[in-house]
């Protein structure tokens, strides 16, 4: 008798690549698991593969269906090593390899000199002299911290942070998340589009109106897709002319007025606060961190070609990109520090600092200062202008980032840019034709906007926070316990200082009972929201979280 001879046919290439998602689960759940409990390697890693090695528990790959933030032929390619260096170090330094990365930082460093950041300056200065400066050094140097761990995560894991936000939290969430980055977006858009619109009419001596302002600025959006289809250098150049206006402006005006040099140093060094100042403090901090910027960055690094699977590459480029992003942000340092000693040096003391905002500026500069070879005035509103549109421009940059990310939408660069503009040009159209009527409205109106940024930070803050310090997200590049606990305290003094410009702002602003009801009951919702994101980041208690919702799925 024949036996019976059966042979099992070879896997398929489907069955051979195991399912992402099933994958990922496995792994997730075997993260934190004894070596009993993960399946031994079959043989172990060679030298060069340990080297290389760099996502063991990473995300799937990115289908051809998912949205990205660059194609492969849209980024810049950098040469992998050059003579003499071996496939594992990590390549020696190279002045044309940090040319072939400078770009990101700056265009991540313009978020730190949109017209808010100017008005918070100008106020700074003018209500507390040179007293605060120092606090502008050590919140230029908390913000260069947070969007380096924004770089980390975008270089180590080839993704943005809106990308792993639709991976990391269930739908609910996702979707809460995406809300809240799209609102911080808007309210960010109109304060830059608003301060576009101020320079506009600076410049026209007041024949443009507000509202004419707003639609000139929303035609940058068009500038943006001409720039970005002849490539990012391009885009990059254009962003660079933009800072480089901002910078001559405000040093001219920085020589032109004569700032006390002793005073500026002793403010730098020496830290100084009073109770006088707390608000204008609280100002200068919160400003420092935009929730749109966070995840911004986390895309702009992926324009260069970086294989994230490669450890020594990934460690190249983060070097790079430090190097790069603190070059561009001590010049936004040097951009805010003129704008506050030019303000200090005229108007502190005085009757004006009290009511000095960025719709009357230009005239207080105009009539302390004068004309002069070229009027102060035209200089105020030139360096406004460069601020307003670049900062806009990157917001229509964000934008599109931001609504891919989470929504994984695959949209022709026209279409996203203009639904992304759409978003803030409609609400900013709003806001010009009816606030355009006095300095003391849009004065309101940018104090609610800066609340609603104060509300959104936690929402790009904490998702950053917990997915570096997950191995199976960042691999080798995860941070460290030190380095983990260090950002959280960043993050938790930014957000209790976020936290007092709110509670100042609605003591003073909530009246009536259905009112205060009302904010109640926001704020208990805000506050259960931010402490899921918190206790979701600690892998304990998430996958009790997680436990707890399967147990609920199946009993259903």
Partial sequence: MTPLNISLPPPSSSTARTPGIFSFLSRLANADAGPSCRNPPMLPPSKEEEANSLLPHKFPELDDDEERAYEASEK???????????????????????????????????????????????????????????????????????????????????????????????????????????????????????????????????VLPLWAGVVITALDCFIFLFLENYGVRKLEAFFAVLIATMAVSFAWMFGDTKPSLNELLIGVLVPKLSSKTIKQAVGVVGCVIMPHNVYLHSALVQSRTVDPKKKNRVQEALNYYLIESAAALLVSFMINLFVTTVFAKGFYGT???????????????????????????????????????????????????????????????????????????????????????????LDVLNEWLNVLQSVQIPFALIPLLTLVSKEHVMGDFKISYSMKVVTWIVAALLIIINGYLLLDFFSSEVEGILFAVLVCLISSLYVAFVAYLILRGFDLVAKLISAICKGFYEFM
């Avoid at 840019?417 to 409205?441: G, N």
Wanted: charged share 15%.
């Fill in 76 to 206: 810049i390619a950098v040469p992998e090593a050059e003579d003499g260096e071996g496939d594992g170090d990590v390549p020696r330094f190279s002045w044309r390899k940090l040319w072939l990365f400078t770009g990101p930082g700056f265009l991540m460093s313009i978020a730190f000199l949109d017209p808010g950041n100017l008005e918070g300056d100008l106020q700074a200065g003018a209500t507390a002299g040179y007293s605060l400066l120092w606090l502008l050094l050590w919140a230029t140097a908390m913000g260069l911290l947070i969007q380096m761990l924004s770089a980390r995560l975008g270089v180590a894991t080839g993704r943005h942070l809106a990308e792993h936000c639709r991976e990391e939290y269930p739908t609910l969430a996702r979707l809460s998340l995406w809300f809240m980055a799209e609102v911080a977006l808007i309210g960010a858009d109109i304060q830059e589009v608003i301060g576009s619109a101020i320079a506009i009419k600076i410049l026209s001596r007041g």
């Fill in 351 to 441: 009757q004006e600092s009290s009511i000095i905002g960025l719709e009357n500026a230009g005239q207080y500069l105009e009539h302390k200062y004068g004309g002069g070879l070229i009027p102060i005035l035209y200089v105020w509103g030139v360096g406004l202008l460069a601020a307003g549109q670049s900062s806009t421009i990157t917001g229509t940059y964000a934008g599109q980032f931001i609504m891919g990310g989470f929504l994984n939408l695959k949209l022709k660069k026209w279409l996203r840019a203009l639904i992304t503009r759409s978003f803030a040009i409609v609400p900013t159209m709003v806001v010009a034709l009816f606030f355009d009527t006095s300095d003391a409205s």
